[in-house]
């Protein structure tokens, strides 16, 4: 349910005038730094604050709802310190969450995103990608009016995807015990 790519929207985050190949120099200039003894960087993974936010110009819905979910106690976790080893971002760079779905998906999968594309997460996209390579998948549901971190706990949508995961275990499981 409201598939994302990490590794797909962190890629179409840093390819803009030529900043993967400045990442990519960046990290491995890090990780020789840090192979000869230098701490290692953590840097911030999302702004903390939508104050933050607005002063560095984001006006991107998923990230803006991003930080309303995942830096407030709406989803928060205590131990969540916002900060990810720089290293990290080259195995996010090289990660494809939908790699090789066609051929290890062997049950039925339901889709369910959420219904607007117009932010950075690509699940809307990487929705479609994954109802497109799966030969078993159920027809792809689209929760009207709702965005990608709206389908983690807004009421509204949440009980529309469940209804709809629902129907389609209630399918699956008469479908096995047959």
């Known amino acids: 349910m409201v598939p994302s790519d990490i590794g797909n929207a962190f890629r179409k985050m840093v390819a803009a005038d030529d900043g993967l ?8 200039a890090q990780a020789i730094d ?7 960087v953590l840097h911030q993974w999302i702004p903390d604050t939508l104050a933050e936010a607005k002063a560095a110009g984001i006006t991107d819905i ?29 195995l996010i760079l090289g990660f494809d969450a939908i790699h090789l779905a066609e051929i290890l998906l062997t049950q039925p999968v339901h889709v369910i995103l ?8 690509g699940s809307f996209e990487d929705g479609y990608r994954l109802s497109e390579l799966d030969r078993a998948a159920q027809p792809l549901i689209e929760i009207a009016g709702s965005h990608h971190y709206q389908m983690y706990d807004v009421l509204e949508y949440v009980v529309q995807a469940v ?16």
Do not use: K, W
């Open 21 to 28: 190949s400045r990442l990519l120099e960046t990290i491995a």
């Open 34 to 40: 840090e192979a000869h003894g230098a701490a290692p």
């Open 62 to 90: 998923d990230m803006l709802q991003a930080i309303t979910y995942c830096r407030t106690e709406r989803g928060q976790h205590a131990n969540s310190t916002n900060r990810s080893h720089y290293l990290s971002d080259a």
């Open 114 to 121: 959420a219904g607007n594309s117009a932010g950075t997460t």
């Open 163 to 178: 209804e709809h995961l629902d129907q389609f275990f209630t399918r699956q499981l008469a479908v096995m015990q047959r």
